[in-house]
């Protein structure tokens, strides 16, 4: 049985009515949470409701995985009220993006690995089939990797480490937080939507303020989508403003991957051990 809930923004049937029939498809019974639907202005529900729904799904020993139907803002309102000691002493997956990048934060400070990857409400998008298989292969298999083009401005390398990271808002957001992400000695993956060239460099000399750029294994670069400039420019392209940011360092850094809010999206298990390569002819992630 899998969990299907929404601990973000509001969402509606139409939107998860692919993503449902796919899971029966796969032999999965679905159960959705009491508050899948309902809606308190832009949220899923009150953030009691959306708790409630999160906390039931992770108390269920029948439901053995998770599905954030969407992102969007909300997970962060409800955070600090989650119990979080059943899955400790019996993991599951719990499956999503973008806003949800604030529970795989917390799951990960606990060794609890998390599922990065498509979400319900992509399962109809245009293409979105090879994702939707990438992703089943993943839970059915536990194994898989993800691959990037070569891009003229990697930073070549291979090393195995634990991988972190997802959304660059939410990933400045924790920084203070009981859920701040913990980078030493990890792989750090970084996507974003709709932001600012400026405020993308912000956030990641935010990061770099507070250490976390410091003592990574290596970076991965995922979509960075509908990103703008403003009336003054910046000045510089987003992969320069990136490696800028870490050009002290020696460790390899990867662009272009296929994860974030584009489709392709491909599925990644944070906080597992993976390798990493990025040398001229193969950029990719295997776990």
């Not at 003592?215 to 910046?234: E, M, R, V």
């Not at 991957?257 to 990644?268: A, C, D, R, T, W």
């Amino acid at each position: 049985m899998v969990g299907l809930i929404a601990p973000s923004r509001m969402i509606t049937e139409n939107q998860v009515a692919t993503a449902i029939k796919t899971f029966q498809s796969w032999g999965l019974e679905v159960k959705q949470g009491k508050s899948l639907f309902s809606r308190k202005g832009y949220f899923a529900g009150s953030d009691a409701e959306r708790l409630s729904d999160l906390q039931d799904m992770i108390n269920n020993g029948k439901v053995r995985c998770i599905f954030c139907a969407r992102g969007g803002y909300g997970v962060t309102r409800i955070l600090d009220d989650l119990d979080l000691s059943a899955l400790q002493q019996e993991p599951k997956w719990i499956i999503g993006f973008s806003d949800i990048t604030a529970l795989h934060l917390t799951l990960n400070r606990m060794g609890i690995e998390s599922i990065h990857g498509l979400m319900p409400v992509q399962f109809d998008y245009v293409d979105a089939e090879a994702s939707i298989e990438h992703q089943r292969k993943l839970l059915f298999e536990d194994t898989g990797s993800v691959e990037a083009q070569p891009f003229p401005l990697n930073r070549y390398g291979t090393v195995k480490a634990r991988l972190v990271g997802g959304n660059l808002s939410l990933l400045a957001d924790s920084l203070g937080t009981a859920s701040e992400i913990d980078t030493k000695d990890r792989l750090l993956f970084l996507e974003e939507i709709d932001e600012y060239l400026y405020k993308v460099d912000r956030m990641l000399t935010q990061l770099k303020r507070a250490g976390k750029l410091d003592h990574l294994k290596g970076l991965i670069l995922g979509d960075f989508s509908q990103i703008k400039d403003t009336q003054i420019p910046f000045g510089q392209p987003l992969e320069e403003l990136i490696l800028d940011k870490v050009r002290e360092y020696d460790y390899p850094v990867g662009f272009q991957f296929p994860l974030g809010h584009e489709i392709p999206n491909y599925s990644v298990p944070l906080m597992r051990e993976v390798g990493l390569t990025v040398d001229p002819q193969i950029v990719r992630v295997n776990f």
